[in-house]
């Protein structure tokens, strides 16, 4: 979740929402994500809004993020009012979740259970940063009701991940791996990023490799980016290190796309390979698909029948709007129907599944057949799906077809 919250409209101040929107509820999957804003180091791309001790302040302390998350938790019955409202995924994200005591964790899972439900086979993942778990975590987790976990491995290659200020051993992945399956995680996916100053082809390939050691269910991949206010972007500024480059960013994305595909891993998202139809992350196919979601915690954004909001940022000024009985929303915005269409182009597009048609104006379809022409679209009517050509220039693609 990246740190920059969008301006929109002010939020009320008992979080209630508009009645076309509460009457969507039900029509679409519920997730709950839940956001932990901590870590113990800054890595020098993150711009994720999360906080050192050192960079926290005085007014929230993690001791006291979980009383806050359940405060809101219940605000969110309360706004979402009585309707039966199973939870179908829940993603607690950050930050490094696996920061905080497992049952610190299972007390908001539980009253996320306790105001809720979860319907059948529900997909509770957590993100962990394996330098901050212990084989006796991953049992806790487990226990406290955790069945999905992905971790943030980056890279396998040292200097790579000593240029990403990543602090881990690269032999800690395979073993916290190795950990989670025998406490019974049912998924295990990893994280791993391309494209870092210094890293060659073959580096990026030892990453691919290593990771598919471990067997993951799972992999995203995400091209580095260098984003405004980090270390890494005033490096770059200063000319200390080089920008991403966009040919070598392509070539690292055949070579996953090759290397994944030979181990059984099939792309489903433009950044996301998964061994299954099961092993896809349902939670992120939620937001992708424009399902409900709650986001618990500082910043955390959420989506309900076309109203976003987003919360403050800082977890003091969170924990004390939760304190006082306000809601924590910062702000929001009430898509239109012209809004929802664009978003449905830039998301279902990157997925496997495609975008259909008919969500396209009539420019945007007359764009398709030039799109195929070139080789960056396959039209499978109804259904326009993205080339690996067309994965590779997914954004100019959508540019096409939203003109
Ligand atoms: C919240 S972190 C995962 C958990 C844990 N905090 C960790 O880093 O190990 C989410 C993921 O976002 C990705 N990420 C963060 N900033 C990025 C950037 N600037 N460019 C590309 N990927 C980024 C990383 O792959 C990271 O694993
Ligand atoms: S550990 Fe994860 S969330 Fe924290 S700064 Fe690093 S990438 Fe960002």
């Known amino acids: ?191 791993l990023i391309y494209g870092t100053p210094g890293e060659s082809l073959e580096d990026w390939e030892t990453s691919l490799d290593g990771a598919l050691g471990c067997a993951p269910d799972h992999l995203s991949a995400y091209a580095l980016i260098v984003e405004d206010g980090t270390a890494l972007a005033r490096a770059v500024r200063r000319g200390e290190l080089p920008a991403p480059d966009d040919d070598d960013l392509a070539d690292k994305y055949v070579a996953t796309e090759d290397r994944l595909g030979s181990a059984g891993l099939h792309w489903y998202e433009v950044s996301n390979w998964a061994r299954t139809e099961t092993a896809r992350c349902r939670h992120n196919v939620g937001y992708w698909n424009g399902d409900h979601w709650w986001g618990i915690g500082p910043g955390a954004h959420s989506h309900v029948g076309g109203v976003r909001w987003w919360n403050v940022k800082h977890p003091a000024a969170y924990a004390e709007r939760l304190r006082e009985g306000r809601s924590p929303a910062h702000a929001r915005e009430v898509l239109t129907a012209e809004d929802r269409r664009t978003e449905r182009v830039l998301l279902e597009l990157r997925m496997a599944t495609g975008l259909d048609r008919d969500v396209l104006d009539g420019a945007g379809r007359a764009a398709v057949p030039d799109l195929v022409k070139r080789g960056l679209l396959v039209a499978d009517a109804p259904v326009l799906r993205l080339t690996l050509a067309g994965r590779l220039l997914a954004d100019a693609v959508v540019r096409d077809l939203l003109p």
């Open 1 to 191: 979740m990246p740190s920059a919250l969008p301006p929109g409209e002010p939020a009320p101040e008992d979080g209630r929402l508009p009645a076309p929107a509460l009457a969507e509820l039900g029509t679409r999957p519920f997730g709950m994500y839940v956001h932990v804003p901590y870590c113990r180091v800054r890595c020098g791309y993150c711009d994720f809004n999360t906080y050192t001790a050192a960079e926290l302040g005085p007014g929230a302390s993690q001791a006291t993020w979980a009383e806050s998350a359940i405060s809101e938790v219940r605000q969110a019955r309360e706004v979402l009012g009585d309707v039966d409202l199973k939870v179908s995924t829940v993603f607690f994200g950050g930050g490094t979740p696996t920061l905080l005591p497992p049952a610190e964790l299972g007390v908001v899972l539980a009253s996320i259970a306790g105001e809720f439900g979860f319907a059948r086979d529900p997909e509770i993942t957590t993100e962990s940063n394996p330098d901050s778990v212990a084989a006796w975590d991953l049992d806790q987790l487990r226990g406290v009701g955790f069945n999905r976990i992905s971790f943030g491995m980056q890279s396998a290659v040292p200097h790579v991940l000593a240029t990403l200020d990543r602090t881990h051993d690269p032999l800690r992945v395979p073993a916290a791996v190795e950990w989670a399956r025998a406490a019974g995680f049912e998924q295990v996916s990893l994280d």
